[in-house]
């Protein structure tokens, strides 16, 4: 069972920045695409973005693109997701996900992931 920990949520006010982090257990992180997913609440959760197992590729939803990076340092087993230019919209539970499947990445498809945390909460203020 692969476990992973997010952290790093927070109240930040419009336009502000923040930067997640997400834990995981075990020893193949560096095996494992990972990815961020966000959930406001009365919404479905939805794909954030994504990052291939060495890095080389990211994914980025369009309501995002340009304004959050998404990273990873496998001797860490950690991934972040850097947040600027936050605004209202951007306030959700935010969840890291790991899928350790080894066949073609999809990093927007949710049944991709196999693990997830249990979410860490960012709220911006307008």
């Known amino acids: 069972q692969v476990q992973l920990v997010e952290s790093g949520g927070g109240l930040v006010q419009a336009g502000g920045s923040l930067r997640l982090s997400c834990a995981a257990s075990?020893?193949?992180?560096?095996?494992?695409?990972m990815g961020w997913f966000r959930q406001a609440p009365g919404k479905e959760r939805e794909f954030v973005s994504g990052?291939?197992?060495?890095?080389?590729?990211?994914y980025y939803a369009d309501s995002v693109k340009g304004r959050f990076t998404i990273s990873r340092d496998n001797a860490k087993n950690t991934v972040y997701l850097q947040m600027y230019s936050l605004e209202p919209e951007d306030s959700a539970v935010y969840y890291c996900?790991?899928?350790?499947?080894?066949?073609?990445?999809?990093?927007?498809?949710?049944?991709?992931?196999?693990?997830w945390g249990q979410g860490t909460q960012v709220t911006v203020s307008s």
């Open positions: 990052i291939s197992r060495s890095g080389g590729n990211t």
């Open positions: 996900a790991a899928d350790p499947r080894g066949s073609r990445y999809y990093a927007d498809r949710q049944s991709n992931y196999n693990y």
């Open positions: 075990g020893r193949s992180f560096s095996t494992y695409n």
